[in-house]
């Protein structure tokens, strides 16, 4: 349950259609087409999801930090519910990424520190980028998504699973 089909034998997957155009529904139900990859997982957030999501956590960040006991609190680095955990890497400069994950997976905090790795190389060296906006570069894209392949590869979820 909530669970989507993001790719077809590697073949990026949105609503019904492939990347390439074919119905989700007309290829499986092809006996031609198999043996067939598919790699299920979460839908994906619409964009006012997502600045919604963002915009509520933040803040929740700034509201956890003033009221943290402990003295020069960061503020939330996570927030655990039975579905995801949203995870939060501040910089020393104030610019926050988040990662939605599975409860069980682990390693989130090592590609926190490499996403913000990918940021440095590909974002902030870009002349034509500019702080606070949307980020238009293709080997920023690029490096992202192998990034997240690669912690997708790696045994994503911790013991128990």
Do not use: W
């Given at each position: 349950?909530?669970?989507?089909?993001?790719?077809?034998n590697g073949s990026e997957v949105?609503?019904?259609f492939?990347?390439?155009?074919?119905?989700?529904?007309?290829?499986?139900?092809?006996?031609?087409?198999y043996p067939v990859s598919i790699r299920?997982?979460?839908?994906?957030?619409?964009?006012?999801?997502?600045?919604?999501?963002a915009s509520m956590f933040h803040s929740l960040f700034a509201i956890g930090s003033q009221l943290s006991p402990e003295?020069?609190?960061?503020?939330?680095?996570?927030l655990e519910t039975d579905t995801f955990k949203l995870?939060?890497?501040q910089t020393l400069?104030?610019?926050?990424?988040?990662v939605l994950a599975d409860p069980r997976q682990t390693g989130i905090d090592a590609?926190?520190?490499?996403?913000?790795?990918?940021?440095?190389?590909?974002?902030l060296k870009n002349p034509f980028y500019s702080l606070e906006m949307p980020i238009r570069c293709e080997l920023f894209d690029q490096n992202l998504k192998l990034a997240l392949e690669v912690a997708e590869k790696a045994g994503p979820f911790g013991p128990g699973s």
């Open positions: 349950v909530g669970h989507a089909v993001l790719a077809i949105n609503g019904r492939t990347a390439d155009g074919k119905d989700v529904l007309e290829f499986l139900g092809n006996p031609a087409n299920f997982g979460r839908h994906r957030l619409s964009s006012n999801e997502k600045l919604m999501l003295v020069g609190s960061s503020g939330i680095e996570m995870h939060c890497f400069t104030g610019i926050k990424f988040m590609l926190l520190r490499k996403i913000y790795e990918i940021y440095s190389d590909y974002a």
